[in-house]
């Protein structure tokens, strides 16, 4: 009846990754006296699992999943775990699905649904080029895409094109040189670009990448190496190349290959030591200030484009008017990129600092400034919005790297029924902007069977002590179900992913009979 059961190996090296209208749920509490009692058990009874109904086939269904679900080894782990079907509203399974965990990644299933529900698939970041009197203008918009070498790769342009079609329009316009400075304006978002209760030991690493205003990259750098003379310096170029970074070169051409590059904290030099036997790419590490490394890769390609900027990068906070044009300028050119790139980055990709420009976005939009504080209060609105109760969530980050985050099962799977219910499409780019198995993305090695590789959607999550996993799945009965499989608590994580991969299969197989589904 059940799909083949794979063995589940216990042992394994955890991998450092960082890869998340309204079903109304009431439960009447009736206290005091030996009948208020009765009504609160039978009441909990109906909600297990196995009293949820349905047919004999359905309850042997339920039964698996548990025992799939439950029959981990790691006596510390909490599990939070809830199956919806999307058509019905009903609850296919449960297993303390209110019990407020810590999400990891799947904070982004929540940033990403909001993201789309108050913008849409169709929303444009716009960054503006402008001419103020002695002055370049740049005018930030919030867009972590700009410069996102996955993306920009992709459509066959380097991460630099951007600023090669400006420095080509500035030429066209008569500019060979700038008297004044290259000014930057990332004010759309606050100056607090790395977030509090990210781990401290890790803020060279990119998934903890800062977010500003403006940003390039993914506000990383890389550094490329090449051997010289053996026991002879080797050769170390930032790539990009900008005069903001400083790069220390301690690395040596050696007969062993063992490089290493690191950022020294609250700094923009780079080290790089060690020795090489080849040429390698070190990296990506974290830059510390995102608008100004954005402006002066800018000034690096305008002088490799023969126009010269005799001033700096400076940051000013400037009186737009229309099109977000500085006062007394005017515009030169600008950079148009979907939302909907972002929203796939952090779905698909799990890149923590498109989440954290979406969460962020979310509050510019509704106080005038970006910043986690306000992206909270955006977030939190969605949330409830949505018919998540108050005290399953609470919201640090909008990546989900902080410990600090909460979300409980029920929240997650209420969030995807919300979006499969909302008009507008919201349920296609929801499900389309998440990992798909076999494919690219976080669940490219996961799920690879020929069942799941086309009817599987979901977010991974992973921190220490936590794995999660959270979205759609279509069965072969054509039923579209939501769910939710959060462990906090235990040690390697490994066996619990390879657990819910085997839940997903199962998911994939329901029993439900073919109905018109409504939407």
């Not at 203008?137 to 996102?148: E, I, K, M, S």
């Not at 400075?181 to 690493?205: G, L, T």
């Not at 977000?324 to 050119?333: D, E, I, L, S, W």
Request: proline share 5%; charged share 25%; hydrophobic share 40%.
């Amino acid at each position: 009846m059940f799909p083949p059961r794979r063995t589940v190996i216990s042992k394994c090296t955890e991998a450092q990754q960082v890869n998340n209208r309204t079903y109304t749920e009431s439960r009447r509490t009736y206290r005091g006296g030996l009948l208020s009692a009765l009504v609160f058990a039978l009441a909990a009874l109906i909600n297990s699992q196995g009293a949820l109904g349905g047919s004999p086939a359905v309850n042997d269904y339920r039964k698996e999943l548990d025992r799939i679900l439950t029959g981990h080894r790691d006596p510390k782990a909490k599990l939070g775990a809830r199956v919806v079907n999307l058509s019905t509203g009903q609850v296919l399974y449960e297993h303390d699905a209110e019990q407020p965990l810590i999400p990891a990644s799947n904070m982004k299933l929540v940033v990403i649904a909001a993201a789309l529900d108050r913008f849409g698939k169709d929303y444009q970041y716009k960054t503006m080029l402008a001419i103020r009197e002695r002055d370049l203008v740049v005018v930030g918009c919030g867009d972590p895409t700009f410069g996102d070498e996955k993306l920009f790769q992709a459509r066959g342009d380097s991460i630099t094109a951007v600023f090669h079609i400006w420095a080509e329009k500035l030429a066209a316009a008569g500019v060979r040189q700038v008297s004044g400075n290259i000014v930057i304006d990332d004010s759309i978002f606050d100056d607090r670009f790395v977030h509090p209760n990210w781990p401290a030991d890790q803020f060279q690493a990119w998934y903890e990448a800062p977010i500003g205003g403006l940003n390039f990259n993914a506000n990383c750098v890389s550094v490329q190496v090449k051997p010289g003379k053996s026991g002879a310096a080797a050769i170390a170029t930032l790539m990009p190349g900008t005069s903001l970074l400083k790069l220390e070169n301690r690395l040596k051409s050696g007969r062993k290959h063992a490089p290493g590059l690191t950022r020294r904290r609250d700094s923009d030099t780079l080290v790089v030591a060690g020795s090489i036997t080849r040429a390698d790419t070190l990296g990506p590490v974290t830059i510390r200030d995102p608008g100004m490394y954005f402006g002066y890769v800018f000034k690096t390609v305008l002088a490799a484009k023969g126009i010269r900027v005799q001033g700096k990068v400076v940051r000013e906070k400037l009186a737009l008017g229309p099109d977000r044009v500085p006062a007394g300028g005017h515009g030169v050119a600008f950079h148009q990129a979907p939302l909907y790139d972002a929203a796939r980055r952090a779905g698909q990709d799990s890149l923590g600092m498109m989440a954290e420009g979406l969460i962020k976005l979310l509050g510019s939009q509704e106080s005038g400034v970006g910043s986690w504080e306000t992206g909270r209060a955006a977030l939190k609105r969605f949330l409830l919005e949505a018919g998540v109760p108050e005290g399953q969530f609470v919201i640090d980050d909008g990546s989900g790297l902080s410990r600090k985050n909460r979300l409980s099962a029920r929240a997650a799977t209420q969030v995807l029924a919300y979006m499969y219910k909302a008009p507008g499409g919201r349920f296609d780019q929801l499900r389309s902007s998440l990992a798909r198995p076999g494919r690219d993305g976080t669940l490219r090695k996961r799920l690879r069977g020929p069942e799941t590789r086309d009817r599987v959607f979901a977010k991974t999550g992973y921190i220490n002590g936590v794995r999660t996993l959270a979205g759609y799945v279509q069965t072969k009965s054509g039923q579209w179900l939501a769910f939710a499989f959060f462990y906090n608590g235990t040690g390697k994580t490994r066996p619990l992913a390879q657990i819910q991969d085997q839940a997903c299969e199962l998911l994939v197989n329901w029993p439900i009979e073919s109905t018109a589904q409504t939407r």
